[in-house]
């Protein structure tokens, strides 16, 4: 059975780091999309990066120059490190992944029928 599991979320003060593995079993990553999204209470959930099959990355414009995604398709892990956190990056963060070809921009409701994590919780403080 296919499963990501995400790992790596904690509280950190503003300006700190954080980096996020999302574990993939049953699952063969290297020919995957894969993206981060995160969602707080009473909003929708909001793409932060995705990273498609050949290696090209993308990234919401509230993260760029701060985040990093990658994947290792070795450990079939995905990561994402975030530094120079902001209290409004506090959040559930999400992993998720679309086999094949198939990539979507960073909008969840075209991940409806994507692989999803449980998701970790991240929190910055001020």
């Known amino acids: 059975q296919a499963q990501l599991m995400e790992s790596g979320g904690g509280s950190v003060q503003t300006g700190g780091s954080l980096r996020l593995s999302c574990a993939a079993s049953?699952?063969?990553?290297?020919?995957?999309?894969m993206a981060w999204f995160r969602q707080v209470p009473g909003k929708e959930r909001e793409g932060v990066a995705r990273?498609?099959?050949?290696?090209?990355?993308h990234y919401a414009d509230s993260v760029k120059g701060r985040f990093t995604i990658s994947k290792d398709n070795i450990k079939n892990t995905l990561y994402l490190q975030m530094n120079s956190l902001k209290p409004e990056d506090t959040a559930l963060y999400y992993c998720?992944?679309?086999?094949?070809?198939?990539?979507?921009?960073?909008?969840?409701?075209?991940?409806?029928?994507?692989?999803w994590g449980q998701g970790t919780q991240v929190m910055v403080s001020s």
């Open positions: 990273i498609v099959s050949d290696g090209r990355t």
């Open positions: 049953g699952y063969n990553s290297s020919r995957s999309c």
């Open positions: 998720a992944a679309v086999g094949g070809i198939i990539c979507y921009a960073l909008d969840a409701r075209d991940w409806v029928s994507a692989l």
